[in-house]
DNA sequence: GCCTAGGTCCCGTTT
DNA sequence: AAACGGGGCCTAGGC
């Protein structure tokens, strides 16, 4: 039984059971679609009554159960998580236990339309761009886009209350503590930019300038940014 | 062709795009197992070079491209996008747009070793409890959790800078801004209760007292929060 | 392990 | 539509 793709339609729950079973130690990705309940305890506390989804276990030790609609999993469990699978008054039970912290996932399958088991080969990872490191190093090569004169010195710098996205000097020497958002800044933006600003202001009596860069802002948010005397820059990195 | 489950193992692109776009058009929810290549634009950009992946397609329009591994897909799109199937160069192509943002999703796969529609029932929707929510009623109920003598007035309270989870006041009838969190408070819960501390000051010349409630606090915002005389009072829900 | 902050965050709610 | 904040957020990167 090492086929890559195993499929098979109404399934017994016993014969359900064995694919499972030999799909998770054989660190393949199952897929399930049946009519389930699903109880969650952990963080938080959940229950999904009787209906239709599709339930994804993959080697990782992840569980994703899906409803017909969102992107969201209705119920999940992160990787590193046990899946077990077993019989239960002629029902197939899938559970899911993570600890730390401890979650735990029931569904309990009143009908299985589906279950597949497949070994997926996948060495690839995502390349992304037009993140906030990708503005910041912009910035980093092209400083003018701040202002005329500015030097930027540091990124990621740790102070006392969190990490300055830029830590520079401007033309008259000036500490400069920048903060980027990648898109739309709001009330929180500001608060962090703020929270930088005041733990250096707490290490030096010398003037710190703070600059929002984003490519826009909220109405309230530039308030904010006003009644502290705090800047903001717009750039956009398209 | 209305029947619930249609399930289809190697089938050829040809077979496998009539499928899809049957169950598209029905309001169906769609899965396809295959290799792939997959690239976005929008917000921002990424490309996913070839590999094995589990894709879901719902009646919603959400899109999902799942990995082997990992809770969150490695590429999605929101419910509302338009998904279309077709061949080119006899490969199966899942094209997914979104408008506002515009974001695209193209899928296009070298093999398909598995393809599936399902019509899901599913009426019922999630039940939680031990979310923040929960904590604020809990003070509601019982205002001498905070403590003795205070009194809660407003949930959701607007302010200039931001949305109060609980105004009240104290026993010597000074103004109380409460911040809730249902987990760990971090700076960032600091930053937030201190705006809101400050846009009620604006407002009056009177004393205003801000606490964080949470289970608990880290050490650096324990240290925000005395720097500006905030107070922290724990408060566990279980 | 904890802490910090970003995310194509998603999502609900209100304005 | 924009804005605001929660989320069982998840995930990555430091320490």
New binding site residues.
Partial sequence: MSRHTIALESPTPERAVEILRKSILGSRTSIIVGRCIVK?R???E?FLGEGDRVIILKPDG?LLVHKAS???PV?????GSIHRVYLKEGKVIVESI?R?PR?T?FIELSEVYFVGSFKLIDEEC?M?T????DVVDIIFRSPEVIEKGFKPLYREM?TKY??I?IFGVDEKGRAVVI?VK???A???SVS?LLR?VESVRESTNSPVRGILVAPDC????RLFLKSHNLEFRKVMFK
């Fill in positions: 969650y952990g963080r938080a959940s992840s969102k992107r969201e119920n999940w469990n992160p990787p993570r730390r979650e996932i995502i992304i037009g993140t906030e490191k740790s969190g990490k996205d903060e990648r898109r739309k709001d009330l929180s962090q930088y909220s109405a309230s948010a």
